[in-house]
């Protein structure tokens, strides 16, 4: 894989930056760059992007502000996490993507503050996904090329499974939070190491050939992967967003079950095993455990106690559906033409 | 401390949430196994993983009432 040594990159990742401003923000392994006005960089960078949403130079460089967060790389230190400069120019990347979102969920329809007309309504709203289109396909005609490729692009998240919407738990109180440690619980394998969704998930990685390092396929990854984790790190890691993290767990949770037996049916078809197909059948009944508490518990639940987030509990599932199905809609088109669906183009 | 309860939760148009300390025992009279703490059971009658829920009552436009 593509190393550090002659890129401009101070910091020495596993993956290389994709502008301007991705560079800065890792140029200098303290925090800013010195000898760059990062704040400035991050404004012009958002003025100008066609889209936020798939800028590659935007989406990697909120990945990597928001990796210190997670620890998702040891060259990437904790300190730079609470950095004022690295906050700064994070703030101005967060508002031209929030403001994008915004834009394009604006129709979503916002229910009454009720918890069953909130669970009503994220059901209604997830059973006009356009998603399960990508696992159909996979189910029946993706080749193991293809597959491995899916594999890679679901690992930004999936490899660490369920922490985006854990940021959300001390924000929340009583049932919501009871509700979410319930699913949170579950994804975290319910004391059990080997069952933690991540580390199944790594197993099917391994599985299938694939090397489970964090960020080791990251710069095959396209932005529109890279925009789905961000929004969830968003959504999560800043408190006034709390309605936006538990609508987005609402949502993923709905278009999950059944997409998820879809994707075991493709994988048993190309022959893979029981390691690689552990984490989808694990998927197709926990997750239709977790829409229903999701939906009702948690979701509906808060919005009977706060009712001014039910929009953005709206907000962030119909976020989830446009992010995810952005990626759906990325790999089909590649394969339609014949392409790869990943950044460099070469199956891996 | 008081015995814990099992509770059955019907959600509406959807399976059974089942919590507490329970076996579901097959017609062979053998356990069936149990993965998770929390499970749905199916109540639409249309699961590929009886007797746990997959969300299939989704698409088949179950009706509990």
Request: glycine letters at 10%; proline letters at 12%.
């Given at each position: 894989m593509t190393t550090a040594l002659s890129d401009p990159v101070g910091l020495d990742v596993p993956f290389h930056a994709r502008g301007p401003l991705s560079a800065a923000v890792l140029a200098s392994p303290a925090g800013p760059?010195?000898?760059?006005d990062l704040l400035a960089l991050a404004q012009r960078v958002s003025l100008e992007a066609a889209d936020p949403l798939t800028d590659d130079d935007i989406q990697l460089s909120l990945f990597c502000l928001y990796a210190a967060s997670y620890g998702l790389?040891?060259?990437?230190?904790?300190?730079?996490?609470?950095?004022p400069g690295l906050i700064a120019a994070r703030r101005v990347l967060e508002s031209a993507v929030e403001s994008a979102l915004r834009v394009r969920v604006a129709a979503v329809p916002v229910p009454e503050p009720r918890r069953d007309s909130v669970a009503a309504a994220l059901f209604e709203l997830t059973s006009e996904?356009?998603?399960?289109s990508l696992s159909r396909f996979i189910a029946k005609k993706a080749t193991r090329d293809q597959v491995r490729e899916f594999l890679i692009h679901r690992s930004v998240y999936t490899l660490r499974e369920a922490d985006p919407h854990s940021w959300a738990i001390p924000r929340l109180t009583g049932a919501p939070k009871a509700a979410l440690v319930e699913i949170q619980s579950d994804e975290y394998g319910g004391g059990r190491a080997d069952r933690v969704h991540a580390t199944v998930f790594a197993k099917a990685m391994r599985g299938a050939g694939?090397?489970?390092?964090?960020?080791?396929y990251l710069d095959a990854i396209p932005a529109v992967t890279l925009a789905s984790f961000n929004a969830m790190s968003m959504f999560g890691l800043n408190g006034r967003l709390i309605g936006a993290i538990v609508g987005h767990l609402a949502a993923f949770e709905m278009t999950s079950s059944i997409p998820n037996r879809l994707y075991g049916d493709g994988l048993r078809r190309l022959g893979y095993g029981e390691d690689v197909l552990d984490y989808f059948d694990e998927h197709v009944e926990a997750d239709a455990v977790h829409e229903q508490i999701a939906g009702r518990d948690l979701a509906g639940s808060l919005a009977e106690e706060r009712p001014e987030l039910v929009a953005d509990i709206m907000f962030g599932a119909a976020s989830c559906l446009l992010l995810d199905g952005a990626i759906g809609a990325h790999m089909l088109e590649c394969w339609t033409a014949g392409a790869s669906s990943l950044r460099d183009g070469s199956p891996r | 401390m008081s015995e814990p309860r099992v509770t059955v939760t019907p959600c509406p148009d959807g399976p059974l949430l089942v919590r507490g300390p329970f076996e579901i025992i097959g017609d062979d009279g053998e356990p069936i196994p149990r993965r998770r703490r929390t499970v749905a059971l199916c109540r639409?009658?249309?699961?590929?993983?009886k007797p746990y829920c997959d969300g299939t009552h989704k698409i088949t436009g179950f009706r509990a009432d």
């Open positions: 760059p010195v000898d760059v790389f040891p060259q990437i230190a904790p300190e730079r996490e609470w950095d996904d356009a998603g399960p694939l090397d489970d390092d964090y960020g080791h | 639409c009658g249309m699961s590929t993983i």
